[in-house]
């Protein structure tokens, strides 16, 4: 149980172009969603808090315009990097709660690695 | 001083020989502590979820949590080849909490 799925695993792209990555909890409704960023041999570093049928919560230093979040199921969010340049390039990774109870730990999906050219 | 301290490593050890992760917090207020497994390219996969202080054990892994020192450890017995992968320690205080994640330990486990 406590299936996370991201897609798409790896995009390439021309700098300009904007990219939407998904989220989908399989087998659990997740009122809670979450986005991460990772660089090589780094921890992860997390971008925002996505809740369902309401606006997301942005870390310090997080661009709302450039990250844009869209939680609009409970076991769908998105993530779409607007006008992506080489910089954002990343592994980006998204996770999710159960809304079963409040104490569920947190699943991941397998990341997404943005490449900007 | 970081919320969450974790060793870098890398750590190499010989198949079969038990293997100690470790973190040290500062936070008295994280109650939720996790150890994730992740393999190169991939997402943290949970391995061990406890709550407050104690022992849990999960086949080969075993966590401990020790609150009055701010410190926690996974045991893995028996280590195989396919255990080398990044193990992230990860906390957080009450249910609405985000996590707070250790930089992550990396594994060698040779033949």
């Known amino acids: 149980g406590a299936v996370v799925s991201q897609h798409p695993s790896r995009v390439i792209c021309k700098s300009g172009t904007s990219v939407k990555i998904e989220c989908r909890s399989l087998?659990?409704?997740?009122?809670?969603m979450f986005w991460y960023r990772q660089f090589p041999k780094q921890s992860l570093m997390l971008m925002a808090t996505s809740n369902e049928g309401s606006k997301a919560t942005y870390e310090q230093g997080v661009e709302k315009d450039k990250f844009l979040i869209n939680h609009a199921s409970l076991t769908l969010s998105t993530l779409t990097v607007t006008s992506a340049h080489p910089e954002d390039s990343s592994f980006y990774i998204c996770?999710?709660?159960?809304?079963?109870?409040?104490?569920?730990?947190?699943?991941f999906g397998d990341g997404t690695r943005l490449s900007i050219l | 001083q970081k919320e969450v301290e974790q060793d870098p490593g890398p750590l190499s050890v010989p198949e079969g020989a038990i293997v100690s992760l470790n973190c040290t917090y500062s936070n008295s207020a994280f109650q939720y502590f996790m150890w994730y497994r992740q393999y190169s390219r991939k997402g943290p996969e949970l391995l061990m979820y406890t709550y407050s202080s104690g022992n849990k054990e999960d086949g080969r892994f075993t966590a401990q949590v020790d609150k009055s020192s701010k410190y926690i450890s996974l045991f893995i017995r028996d280590s195989q080849p396919s255990d080398s992968a990044t193990y992230l320690c990860?906390?957080?205080?009450?249910?609405?909490?985000?996590?707070?994640f250790g930089t992550g330990t990396r594994l060698q486990v040779t033949l």
């Open positions: 087998d659990f409704q997740a009122t809670t």
């Open positions: 990860a906390m957080r205080g009450g249910t609405a909490s985000k996590l707070t």
């Open positions: 996770s999710a709660r159960d809304r079963g109870t409040g104490n569920q730990p947190q699943h």
